[in-house]
């Protein structure tokens, strides 16, 4: 490869970024990053509830504090991964 057809491709690389960069995001970007991050969201809180149901169930006396505590950590888990992941942009 020539150093000139090198330097061509790397501009056009540079160019096509650029663009893609300014590219208005479509209806479909916006409903995929909802869609994605909806199960960034949800799968932590559902693991929350699954897990702390079941260490209520094996704790003497039952009650709920395991599962209220879990759900509410994976509340806040997930939406830690969905604001990293909108802050991404992916």
Known sequence: MTPDRFSREIADSGRKLAEARRARPTAWRYAALLGAGGWL???PVVGGA???RWLDARHVGGGQSWTLTLILLGLGLGIYNFWIYYRRGA
Do not use: F, T
């Open 41 to 43: 969201l949800v799968v």
């Open 50 to 52: 699954y897990l702390g």
